[in-house]
């Protein structure tokens, strides 16, 4: 993971902008496992910090990112259906045991897992192509869709700029205290996603996550 580290991104956003955080949400949004959401933190501080990019153009990149790739992926999830998606996910990163717990929980939450799973790890790779591969309808997946990429974008982008530049008022050793404080709740986002995400595979084997 050292390759996705914040200092990593930072440096890929000076050298490719808007367009990187556009690509890198929009292909994690059709399924692909990549950080996505850190990415969008990243930009948003470092356009909060340096003023070397506008906020409001990295927040609609990523909610543009967010609104294609999901619409991408719910054609994908529409043609394939989900059993194709069991035998062949392993060869996308896509392994039956992170199916399995989307299906359950898409199951019974429908049109909430394509509203609010953006702001859930798991389910952000995979709600677009449950809705598709389940026979959703597109328009009223298409609304449920768009209302939670532009929130999600909304919430992390304007959030973390406003961190972003509150750093740059600041001054010696607050300065870099509020730094380090920016990396660690990236690094906290990340870990909890990823300890949430163990527990609902572990409640999925047990049958409990429609519970």
Request: glycine residues 12%; charged residues 15%.
């Amino acid at each position: 993971m050292s390759f996705f580290s914040l200092h990593h991104l930072t440096e890929l956003l000076h050298d490719y902008g808007y367009g990187l955080v556009g690509l890198v949400v929009g292909l994690e949004a059709m399924g692909l496992p990549l950080p996505g959401e850190s990415l969008v933190i990243a930009a948003a501080l470092y356009a909060g910090s340096t003023h070397q990019l506008s906020i409001p153009f990295v927040v609609a990149a990523a909610a543009a990112g967010a609104i294609i790739g999901d619409n991408i992926g719910y054609l994908i999830g529409r043609m394939i259906g989900l059993r194709l998606l069991r035998r062949y996910g392993r060869y996308v990163l896509l392994p039956p045991e992170r199916l399995e717990v989307g299906r359950r929980l898409f199951a019974k939450h429908g049109g909430k897992v394509v509203l609010f799973g953006r702001f859930i790890a798991i389910l952000r790779t995979l709600a677009a192509l449950l809705a598709g591969a389940n026979g959703m309808p597109w328009p009223r997946f298409l609304i449920a869709n768009a209302v939670g990429g532009i929130a999600w974008a909304c919430l992390y982008g304007f959030g973390a700029y406003a961190l972003g530049k509150e750093i740059t008022r600041l001054q010696g050793p607050f300065a870099i205290a509020a730094g380090v404080v920016a990396v660690v709740v990236v690094a906290a986002m990340v870990i909890y996603t990823r300890r949430k995400e163990r527990r609902l595979t572990e409640a999925s084997k047990q049958g409990k996550v429609a519970d």
